[in-house]
């Protein structure tokens, strides 16, 4: 829920802090006190369009930032499973709550674990959004905000204008009944079009297809034939070049043979290596002196490591001969070899990559009678499932439709619009030519859309005898919040948005109605969040917390500040200034006996409706009992007059 709301430099609000209540918050004030700009802070944080002409005049920038209490640890577990399964039954994709995107976008708790959302917009214009303080997309934080909060008003593009919010109002109010068939059939759904795509591919590509698998065989054939080795390439450059320079090799090494350890034939003048160490061995070994005689082991063990090296160009040597035959043949095997690399990679591994990716192609490519006939009888059979699974999401939709319309209607009935009557439609909409997502249900051929095949619509008859018609043009802005208002609390057990948020949703309303419109806020307020600016004393009285928007207020006494710029507070009333309050809502003017007398009744009969409601058989407050004492004095002494 949203916890906090804190507004600076937005409009008349110069530096505002709104502590919401979790149940029926109320935003009351004078006209012109800015009240519309509480709501426009939250459509700021909802990251809706930034107007720079909001921004307050002499400040640089306007900010906006709300403290969102997340659900425990425990809960976000359990939310993750929840996703998850729903993320297997849905691969179309289903919108993620406030949490998981939050956490996905990498923002930091709060030390008491809320979350903070933050919108700030310049004088010029720019704007940046944060969120648990991190600088993140528009885009993002939009998304966050709107899976924790809803805004509804009169003059704004509500939500259930949309065809897709009234597909997804009727699917929220049926529950599984809808869920589970409409999950079975997104994922036959997609099967289904991965068949028909495929097949129409391999229809309309058969020739390109089969030139293609042609070429990829003549490439195999080719390289199996040669049959390449793994780094066989180099392999083979090393061996040639050692066969071509055999010569040359056997006369460096034997030259430097005897260097080592003299000529093969002992015949020779030179002096060798291990001969001339030899000599200083028995020089070193017959000496007196310590020092010198030490020397020994350092000799030896170099006469060692001649020994060795002589040893090891003997066998160099021994092994060393020229093979003219071997020679051709590894010429003849490269020659091979680059026959394929000239065609198909750079190198041998490369060659070897290719065949592989050409294996794994060609099983995709065909194109003959037995393949298409397999896979057409495979799309026609997942055709069959879908079309069954889109009967029964339409079935249950109908269903469901019935008896929204009729509680719906029934809402309507107690806030002032009790001739008209709300209908939810569900058709199809008919598939028209070669459409690629055509499919035939109960002989029709529809749209398959990832929703299913219905199109939902919602209707409103304003008066007995009038046509149904689309709400967006049947109903007024006030008739269309009191619309919006009836689905919410008919929808109060299935809405996942914590947050509701009405402005003037009360706008045309008066008397009885208004009394209605309170009793259902509150209503709303024990299932949801629901925060509410209205005009109305009789909204206001089912008020769990009540917040007051006045110019100066406790901030500012004389209501401007140094730019001559009207200036507002908000701020939380009590008990008693809440008769004040209503009193001026009801009469102009608090100081009226009358006034007060009406205030303090609508409060008390706001608390025993909560609480018959409920059953929770609260006690009145002390203004409620003032308030009754105070009826049953006035009514005595007017009598007695």
Do not use: C, N
């Amino acid at each position: 829920m949203l916890a906090e709301l804190r507004i600076q430099a937005l409009g008349v609000i110069e530096d505002a802090t709104l502590d919401l209540h979790p149940g029926l918050t109320v935003v009351t004030g004078e006209t012109g006190a800015g009240k519309t700009m509480v709501v426009t802070g939250l459509h700021l944080l909802g990251g809706g369009r930034a107007d720079s002409s909001r921004v307050r005049r002499g400040a640089g920038r306007a900010m906006v930032e709300g403290r969102f209490l997340l659900p425990t640890p425990d809960e976000v577990a359990d939310e993750a499973d929840d996703s998850d399964a729903a993320a297997t039954e849905a691969p179309d994709g289903e919108p993620r709550s406030a949490v998981r995107l939050a956490t996905d976008a990498g923002a930091a708790l709060d030390d008491d674990g809320s979350l903070i959302a933050a919108r700030t917009v310049s004088a010029d214009g720019r704007s940046r959004a944060h969120l648990g303080g991190r600088s993140v997309p528009m885009a993002v934080l939009s998304d966050v905000t709107d899976a924790a909060l809803a805004v509804h008003g009169q003059h704004e593009a509500l939500r259930l204008l949309r065809a897709s919010e009234q597909r997804a109002v009727l699917d929220r109010f049926a529950g599984a009944a809808v869920a589970e068939p409409l999950a079975a059939y997104r994922r036959t759904r997609t099967a289904w079009r991965t068949a028909t795509t495929e097949l129409t591919r391999r229809r309309e590509q058969a020739r390109e297809l089969t030139r293609e698998s042609d070429m990829l065989r003549h490439g195999l054939t080719e390289i199996e034939s040669v049959d390449p080795q793994p780094g066989e390439d180099a392999d083979l450059v090393a061996e040639a070049r050692r066969l071509a320079d055999a010569d040359d090799l056997r006369a460096t090494a034997t030259a430097a043979l005897a260097a080592l350890a003299g000529p093969p034939d002992g015949v020779g003048e030179e002096p060798d290596a291990v001969g001339l160490l030899g000599e200083a061995r028995r020089r070193v070994q017959g000496s007196d002196d310590p020092a010198l005689a030490g020397l020994d082991p350092r000799l030896a063990e170099a006469a060692a490591l001649l020994g060795d090296a002589a040893a090891e160009l003997t066998d160099y040597l021994a092994r060393l001969e020229a093979d003219p035959q071997r020679l051709e043949q590894v010429l003849e095997r490269q020659a091979a070899l680059k026959s394929l690399t000239r065609k198909y990679a750079a190198d041998v591994d490369g060659v070897l990559e290719w065949a592989t990716s050409a294996r794994e192609r060609l099983a995709g490519l065909d194109t003959s009678d037995e393949a298409l006939a397999a896979l057409a009888a495979e799309a026609e059979q997942l055709a069959r499932e879908l079309a069954g699974h889109a009967a029964t999401v339409s079935a249950a939709r109908r269903e469901a439709a019935d008896r929204f319309g009729a509680a719906v209607s029934a809402e309507l009935d107690g806030l002032a619009m009790g001739a008209a009557s709300v209908a939810l439609a569900v058709g199809v909409k008919e598939a028209a030519g070669a459409d690629p997502q055509a499919l035939e249900v109960d002989g029709r051929r529809v749209v398959a859309g990832p929703d299913g095949v219905d199109e939902v619509e919602l209707l409103l008859t304003p008066h007995a005898g009038a046509p149904p018609l689309p709400v967006h043009k049947g109903a007024s802005g006030g008739e269309l919040s009191r619309v919006m208002l009836a689905v919410e609390v008919v929808l109060a057990g299935a809405d996942t948005t914590p947050t509701l948020v009405f402005d003037e949703v009360d706008a045309g309303v008066g008397g009885r109605a208004a009394v209605e419109v309170g009793r259902r806020l509150a209503r709303l307020a024990a299932t949801h969040q629901v925060v509410v600016v209205t005009h109305l004393a009789q909204v206001a009285a089912y008020a769990d917390r009540h917040l007051v928007v006045d110019k100066g207020g406790l901030q500012a006494v004389t209501g401007t500040d140094e730019h001559g710029v009207t200036r507002s507070a908000v701020r939380t009333i009590s008990d008693g200034d809440r008769v004040v309050e209503l009193a001026r809502m009801l009469a102009g003017t608090e100081e009226t006996e009358t006034g007060r007398a009406h205030a303090e009744e609508l409060l008390a009969a706001a608390a025993a409706d909560r609480a018959s409601s409920t059953g929770d058989g609260t006690a009145p407050t002390p203004i409620e009992r003032g308030a009754a004492t105070r009826r049953s004095g006035g009514r005595r002494s007017r009598r007695a007059g």
